[in-house]
């Protein structure tokens, strides 16, 4: 239920629907989120709202609720589940403080869950992997399905493209004359880049050969029923089941993200060169390929102490523990 003001109505004797629907509502509006993010949100506190003891007003939240609630949830959850509830709580309750149900700033009541910035390591796709992936993609344009998967692999792996990025391409988002994408990326931010001949000519192929005639302005649509927008489930799936069709490991679209991001180091670009082609806002976003670069990782290992640089280990990466410390140490 919406209140005369526009608020929520600080009682929880409406429909939970009608809160999410505002919440979702301001997701988009004031933070500018993207729909998928949105629905991921709203199912996020669903889940919150429905484990609220029966009756209780949303204006009467405290917080030894909301921390009983995130203790329960996050016991057998992964660290990603538990901080992507972390966040969605978060922002359900800096929604309904900014609203007026609440008065007071409950956010802090959810406790973080432990993590470690960088700590992960992106698993790139072998580049003979994707050479594979590609080209037999490439082999079976002969049906109108074959043209979109390729298009799309290519726009992957090629260009670093997000699945949801290419989910919401647009016809309107393609300059064929100067050659460029608008790219919307996470924040609704709008970004130029440049489409190159390969992936291009893949789009071209699929657009006249391929997508049916819809109103739809998306340019990856399903063939059956004819005409719907792709979603970015729809992009995974598609990799996952390209990469089995070629003889491979199932493959994660983000990993061919990955994948150009460690083959551009490889080949001597730099951090902020990745993360310009990648779109990150921040280099911290882009400092994580740096541990996957071994050959600019290798002059920065220093040989064990007692050794010279002829005897030292012939990988620097690789330590021997079992050698003893030096004489002094202890």
């Given at each position: 239920?919406?209140?005369?003001s526009?608020?929520?109505?600080?009682?929880?004797?409406?429909?939970?629907?009608?809160?999410?629907?505002?919440?979702?509502?301001?997701?988009?509006?004031?933070?500018?989120?993207?729909?998928?993010?949105?629905?991921?949100?709203?199912?996020?506190?669903?889940?919150?709202?429905?484990?609220?003891?029966?009756?209780?007003?949303?204006?009467?939240?405290?917080?030894?609720?909301?921390?009983?609630?995130?203790?329960?949830?996050?016991?057998?959850?992964?660290?990603?589940?538990?901080?992507?509830?972390?966040?969605?709580?978060?922002?359900?309750?800096r929604?309904?403080?900014?609203?007026?149900?609440?008065?007071?700033?409950?956010?802090?009541?959810?406790?973080?869950?432990?993590?470690?910035?960088?700590?992960?390591?992106?698993?790139?796709?072998?580049?003979?992997?994707?050479?594979?992936?590609?080209?037999?993609?490439?082999?079976?344009?002969?049906?109108?399905?074959?043209?979109?998967?390729?298009?799309?692999?290519?726009?992957?792996?090629?260009?670093?493209?997000?699945?949801?990025?290419?989910?919401?391409?647009?016809?309107?988002?393609?300059?064929?004359?100067?050659?460029?994408?608008?790219?919307?990326?996470?924040g609704?931010s709008?970004?130029?880049?440049?489409?190159p001949?390969?992936?291009?000519?893949?789009?071209?192929?699929?657009?006249?050969?391929?997508?049916?005639?819809?109103?739809?302005?998306?340019?990856?649509?399903?063939?059956?029923?004819?005409?719907?927008?792709l979603?970015?489930?729809?992009?995974?799936?598609?990799?996952?089941?390209?990469?089995?069709?070629?003889?491979l490991a199932?493959?994660?679209?983000?990993?061919?993200?990955?994948?150009?991001?460690?083959?551009?180091?490889?080949?001597?670009?730099?951090?902020?060169?990745?993360?310009?082609?990648?779109?990150?806002?921040?280099?911290?976003?882009?400092?994580?390929?740096?541990?996957?670069?071994?050959?600019?990782?290798?002059?920065?290992?220093?040989?064990?102490?007692?050794?010279?640089?002829?005897?030292?280990?012939?990988?620097?990466?690789?330590?021997?523990?079992?050698?003893p410390?030096?004489?002094?140490?202890?």
């Open positions: 239920m919406v209140s005369d526009g608020g929520v109505a600080a009682g929880r004797t409406a429909p939970d629907n009608d809160v999410l629907d505002e919440f979702g509502d301001w997701l988009d509006r004031r933070r500018g989120l993207a729909p998928v993010t949105v629905h991921n949100y709203r199912w996020n506190v669903r889940q919150f709202l429905d484990a609220l003891p029966a009756g209780l007003p949303l204006q009467s939240l405290d917080a030894a609720t909301i921390t009983v609630f995130m203790i329960d949830f996050c016991r057998d959850r992964n660290t990603n589940s538990a901080k992507t509830m972390a966040r969605s709580v978060r922002s359900f309750l929604f309904v403080h900014a609203t007026g149900v609440t008065t007071a700033e409950l956010w802090g009541a959810v406790p973080s869950s432990a993590s470690w910035r960088l700590a992960s390591l992106p698993i790139p796709v072998p580049p003979p992997d994707v050479e594979r992936l590609l080209e037999v993609a490439a082999s079976w344009r002969s049906s109108a399905l074959s043209r979109r998967d390729y298009a799309i692999l290519l726009l992957l792996a090629r260009l670093g493209l997000r699945r949801g990025e290419v989910a919401r391409l647009g016809l309107d988002d393609i300059d064929w004359r100067a050659g460029e994408l608008t790219v919307i990326g996470k609704n709008i970004e130029r880049m440049p489409l001949t390969e992936p291009g000519e893949a789009v071209v192929a699929w657009l006249t050969e391929g997508r049916p005639r819809c109103g739809t302005r998306s340019v990856f649509t399903t063939l059956r029923p004819p005409g719907r927008p979603s970015s489930g729809a992009i995974g799936h598609i990799v996952r089941t390209a990469s089995r069709t070629a003889g199932p493959i994660g679209a983000h990993r061919l993200r990955h994948s150009l991001a460690t083959n551009m180091l490889r080949a001597g670009a730099s951090l902020p060169e990745v993360g310009q082609v990648l779109r990150h806002r921040s280099l911290r976003s882009t400092a994580i390929y740096a541990k996957v670069d071994d050959m600019a990782l290798r002059p920065l290992a220093q040989p064990w102490p007692g050794t010279t640089a002829e005897t030292a280990d012939p990988d620097p990466l690789v330590r021997n523990m079992a050698r410390w030096p004489e002094g140490r202890s």
